[in-house]
């Protein structure tokens, strides 16, 4: 499907509950707001995001620590209350969006759909309704999972009537469906705001940031840029000032014995030392190349080479073993970026990183293959 087709299937009776969740909260006008429903809605809050960052985010999608199978159908039953669908399509999706994380094929990328898209379009297009079984093999192994999956508004259904049968008709409305419509929010910054706007740290190949005000909204999730750098990590502030709450009752868990074999980040990732995989390093030399004009620039060098001069260089382009980028790497031609230019522009946009250089070298050779091709092509 064309990115021009992407809101084309958008499916209007999955979209009916969600709308209804949030005309309901309207109904507070005549239920009232009590003391009990607020604190009702502000514990749920808390309580729900971290369900969604320790259990469908952390463990259930990364896997970054160990915990029996009882604590793990609790997190399940928790996070489900959330009705942000069931344990098994949230995780398949968000690891789907790590493999495909702001290119085309992200399910939830505001740099390829725009950010409304991203924050919550996404969720009510049919293609994204069903769910990659395969990408959750280590949890389709547990039938209590599968039945919850079966059976995925039971756990929010529940809660709603646990809330009205405390709080009454206001315990419903402010304390379920209002905490319902935060913690939807809340958790769908991290899929829009948290590509657009932060710092980066570490170079991840996308546009991944850390927000501080995220962080403090989810627990710690706001740390997103780091996350994306080291997505086993239990742990998502990497800086003592970064703080992590979700990983602080992990951690507090795991001196009970509720959770183990938490997975913290290396030294040379928290140093920013690491070595990037030939994945990340491609890329972000996509992304960096694109910032180019390659299409402009062969239109000037079009346009200030003589004819004889611009015959020659598609000669040359034509001869060399490695097409243009051989033939244009050692041209100090009007026009063209230098390599040691393209490195400048790079240090200015991309986080530190040691392997930099490679994805100077990769994105040139990306420029100058396109460059080429728009040289080589006969006038129109």
Not at 17 to 26: A, D, I, N, S, Y
Not at 72 to 90: D, P
Not at 251 to 274: I, Y
Not at 328 to 340: E, K, Y
Request: charged share 20%.
């Amino acid at each position: 499907m064309s990115r021009n087709d992407a809101h084309d299937d958008i499916m209007y009776p999955s979209a009916v509950p969600f709308v209804l969740v949030h005309v309901g909260c309207l109904a507070a006008v005549w239920t009232g707001v009590t003391w009990e429903a607020l604190a009702i809605c502000v514990s749920l809050y808390w309580l729900r995001i971290f369900a969604i960052g320790a259990g469908y985010h952390r463990y259930f999608s990364h896997r970054s620590y160990a915990t029996s199978r009882a604590f793990q159908f609790m997190l399940a039953v928790l996070a489900q209350t959330t009705a942000q669908k069931s344990v098994l399509w949230w995780a398949a999706k968000h690891r789907h969006h790590h493999l495909h994380s702001d290119t085309e094929e992200d399910v939830h990328s505001p740099v390829q759909s725009g950010f409304l898209y991203s924050h919550v379009g996404w969720i009510f297009a049919k293609r994204h309704d069903s769910t990659d079984l395969t990408k959750v093999g280590d949890l389709t192994r547990f039938p209590e999972l599968v039945w919850l999956h079966k059976y995925e508004l039971l756990p929010a259904v529940v809660l709603g009537v646990l809330c009205f049968l405390v709080g009454g008709s206001s315990g419903l409305v402010v304390g379920f469906l209002w905490s319902t419509v935060l913690v939807y929010h809340a958790t769908f910054c991290i899929n829009s705001l948290a590509h657009v706007h932060g710092s980066r740290r570490y170079v991840t190949g996308d546009d991944s940031r850390n927000n501080w005000l995220l962080a403090f909204m989810t627990m710690g999730e706001g740390w997103h840029n780091n996350h994306h750098a080291y997505q086993s990590s239990v742990r998502q502030g990497f800086r003592w000032w970064e703080i992590d709450p979700t990983y602080y009752i992990l951690k507090a868990l795991s001196w009970l014995g509720v959770v183990w074999d938490l997975k913290t980040p290396p030294q040379p990732v928290l140093r920013n030392e690491q070595r990037l995989g030939s994945k990340v390093i491609n890329r972000a030399a996509a992304r960096l190349a694109a910032r180019f004009d390659a299409e402009r620039i062969a239109a000037a060098l079009k346009s200030s080479l003589q004819g004889h001069e611009l015959l020659a260089l598609r000669e040359g382009i034509a001869k060399a073993r490695d097409g243009a980028t051989e033939a244009l790497a050692g041209m100090h031609l009007p026009h063209l970026p230098s390599r040691d230019e393209f490195l400048n522009y790079a240090r200015a946009m991309l986080a530190s990183s040691p392997s930099l250089e490679e994805i100077v070298d990769r994105a040139y050779e990306l420029l100058l293959a396109s460059v080429g091709t728009h040289l080589a092509a006969p006038a129109r």
